[in-house]
């Protein structure tokens, strides 16, 4: 009843990790069926840097994992009004996103910003778990896919340009929140005035199949919360709802 006809977006676009496939099919089908909800979703123009691909490369090529992404989401999302990215980018926004990328380098990136978002370290995220990297220091390769990761989200900008004047949610639903596009989407959306959670499954591996866990902009910061406050909940105490 909270979430009564209000209008929720998802983005959720990896449907090959079907633990978050599942869990954003239960969360709108269930916990926000009396809400309007919307998903965005990629027909593979994301594949460049795909957290999904990242996932089940080392079993399958890229063309597999993006056919099955696609079939899943096409069984996942069919109840719900979906907004594609590529339907919302055009000739003239992809010559624009070439001209931006090509004033980033090796040593600039970490600064990058793009309509006031931190764009370059927002790409970070698991572009450096994968490299395993403790300094900014990046070879070509690793810069060459932190550019991909950073394409990505200059063509996420630029398809929510369009797709928020359709659409404004109230609230913002993403997995994960730290991701970088889970994490571009909370920065974005929050600049709207708008709520923005994040879900994952149980960080407990023996409940992990069992609990949907939703957080405030990111788990991480979720987690956080519940660190600081945790004394409070052995205590049995109320928590101030921040997290």
């Given at each position: 009843?909270?979430?009564?006809?209000k209008?929720?977006l998802f983005f959720?676009?990896?449907?090959?990790i079907i633990d978050w496939?599942?869990?954003?099919f239960?969360l709108?089908?269930?916990?926000?069926?009396?809400?309007?909800?919307?998903?965005?979703n990629?027909?593979?123009i994301?594949?460049?840097?795909c957290?999904?691909i990242m996932a089940?490369?080392?079993k399958?090529?890229k063309?597999?994992?993006?056919?099955?992404?696609?079939s899943?989401?096409?069984?996942f999302?069919?109840?719900n009004k979906?907004f594609?990215i590529?339907d919302?980018?055009?000739?003239?926004?992809?010559?624009?996103?070439?001209i931006i990328?090509?004033?980033?380098?090796?040593?600039?990136?970490?600064?990058?910003?793009y309509q006031?978002?931190?764009?370059?370290?927002?790409?970070?995220?698991e572009?450096?778990?994968?490299?395993?990297?403790e300094?900014?220091?990046?070879n070509?390769?690793?810069?060459?896919?932190?550019?991909n990761s950073?394409?990505?989200?200059?063509?996420?900008?630029f398809?929510l340009?369009k797709?928020?004047?359709?659409?404004?949610p109230d609230i913002?639903v993403?997995?994960?929140?730290?991701?970088?596009?889970s994490?571009?989407?909370?920065?974005?959306?929050k600049?709207?005035?708008?709520?923005?959670?994040?879900?994952?499954n149980?960080?407990?591996?023996?409940?992990?199949?069992?609990?949907?866990?939703?957080?405030?902009?990111?788990t991480?910061e979720?987690?956080?919360y519940?660190?600081?406050?945790?004394n409070?909940?052995?205590?049995n105490q109320?928590?101030?709802?921040?997290?």
């Amino acid at each position: 009843k909270i979430f009564f006809m209000k209008k929720i977006l998802f983005f959720s676009p990896y449907y090959t990790i079907i633990d978050w496939a599942k869990n954003s099919f239960f969360l709108r089908n269930k916990i926000f069926n009396n809400s309007d909800v919307r998903t965005i979703n990629c027909n593979s123009i994301l594949s460049k840097n795909c957290v999904a691909i990242m996932a089940h490369s080392n079993k399958f090529s890229k063309d597999k994992i993006c056919k099955r992404c696609i079939s899943n989401k096409n069984y996942f999302s069919s109840n719900n009004k979906s907004f594609t990215i590529e339907d919302y980018l055009n000739l003239k926004d992809k010559e624009k996103i070439k001209i931006i990328l090509k004033k980033i380098s090796k040593k600039n990136f970490i600064n990058f910003k793009y309509q006031g978002l931190e764009i370059g370290k927002i790409s970070a995220h698991e572009n450096f778990i994968k490299f395993k990297k403790e300094n900014f220091k990046l070879n070509s390769s690793e810069f060459h896919q932190l550019l991909n990761s950073i394409e990505n989200i200059l063509i996420n900008i630029f398809a929510l340009n369009k797709i928020t004047k359709k659409f404004k949610p109230d609230i913002l639903v993403t997995d994960n929140g730290h991701y970088s596009l889970s994490r571009l989407y909370v920065e974005y959306f929050k600049k709207l005035n708008c709520k923005t959670y994040a879900f994952d499954n149980s960080p407990n591996n023996s409940n992990r199949n069992n609990d949907i866990h939703i957080y405030k902009n990111s788990t991480f910061e979720g987690q956080q919360y519940i660190k600081k406050n945790y004394n409070k909940i052995l205590l049995n105490q109320k928590i101030f709802n921040k997290g």
